[in-house]
């Protein structure tokens, strides 16, 4: 336990150093500024450009920021994320950084561990600060602003995310080059988009929780809605989580 | 009778139908420089994993001071210091920061880690690179921090891979420096197929072909165990010379004689008995000794003879 600490901390360092940190929490930052931005400014972009023919664009609103910041949030930072993290585990080893850590009593387990708490601390900083960031732009451009079940439907895209770490780490300790995680990684997740159009399914899959932020702001969704798939989506992450260390314990380096 | 600090007892091990160690029985005692010697791919590197638990026996058992080595748990690696062929380091750190880390990791105590610091970065001679980033070092720097790590803790054994196969002449000569200091302090296997490091700093080794030890030994009981009683003898000319070459060929004990001007190389049945009796003849002939050699059997020789 103590040496997992001391190995998280090094990762912690090394997010910063190596600045995929900072690349997340600026990027993160940015789309967090720039939705609001985006929705108040969008009908005066759309006037400004003369395509001949007039109509009508309904005045924006604070549910258009929410909309923005969402579905960046969904498509950009989830495929940043992927890029990111996914040769981690995969670069140690074939590097053979790790193997003196291996030999200074470093277990394989913590070692794994220590990768994804790392991961998972600096993500949910960076976004944390930005959910912060918008709510205040959002305020300050939409004073009225009255969002429904704010924190679980922010919550529910932050789980999300946290899940795609765990299933990162765990496509790393089964594949040994960063391309295939990605690929592995990429593959479950559009697998579980493909499965989230079967309306049966779409209680049970972590996916959910990033298409029904929307709904929970308008409030045409309640939290109640959500807490099962909440539920299933850290269940699945432990388990990957636990089977990443299990696996990693076997693998031969 | 010193302690065994490493004994491997009828360990197998295969990479799909590669059976690349077979019935591997090998003892390291306390103290000694073991020179683990063998050809490219001779599974060097696949025993010193197992050593260190990052590779699983198919059969067989590791014990590290009678402590059972078990597979992908690192327990006894505590009493080890690995040093990789090619050591790679988080290269935004420097040494210092790397080995504060290592420290970190094995248990010491912030202070004596710092003690330990301060004793290994001259030793390894990287006290002027103590706050370079790891990222511009060169290869010999990197086997120089290497080495730190792996004696940050003062490890009882000492597990080198191939330590100056990847180095210029120079970078060699500084690892094997390094070590021959560090003799006093642990137990240190070397593995390597570079012979000549190997006489410069071992006193025992294992020969390992075909996946088993075929030669093990302090290495001067090997060399007489070996030695090719071959007698070189060099003299000045003179008038008295076919005296001596008379007297030479007559002697018994001889086996084979072969003449180049004023060398000879003789094949004796009965070491001793020759070198007195060449003694003698010298005397009587009057003929002037330039050398007279005993040939020691080569280290090359005996790993070429052995490995056939």
Redesign the interface.
Known sequence: M??YW??TK?ELI?QW??FKGIALGCIVLIFAMLSPVAAKLMPEIFQSIDVGVQFEIPEPTFVDAYAQFFKNMNQIVMILIVFLFSGNIAQEIN???V??????????SAFVLAKFTAQWVVWSLCYWIAVGVFWGYTQYLFPDQAPMNFWVAMAALWLLISFLLALINFASVLANQSYITMILAGGVMVALYIAGTFPIMVDYLPTTLGNVNMALITGSATNNDVWGTMAVTVGVSIVFLLAAALVF??K?? | MTSEIVSIRSVSRSFGDLKVIRDLNMTVREKSVFGFIGKNGAGKTTTM?MI?G???PDAGSIAICGEAVRY????T??M???L?D?????S?MTPREYLR??G????LSPARTKARIKELLPLVGLDGAAKRKVKGFSRGMKQRL?IA??LL?EPRLLICDEPTSALDPVGRREILDILANVREQTTIIFSTHILSDVEKICDTIGILNNGRIVLEGNISDLKDDYRSDKITLEVNGGESLPVFVEMLTSLASITELRQENHTFRITTSNLPETSTDVIRILNESGVQLRKFEVQEPELEQLFIEVTR
């Open positions: 103590r040496r001391i190995f090094k090394e150093k190596n590097q053979g950084t193997l003196m850590m291996f030999s200074k009593g470093l277990s394989r314990q076997k031969e380096i | 994993k260190l990052f590779l699983k992908g748990n690192t327990h690696n505590r080890v210091g690995y990789p090619v050591p790679e380091f988080y935004y880390l290592c970190e990791m094995t248990g290497g790590q792996a803790h």
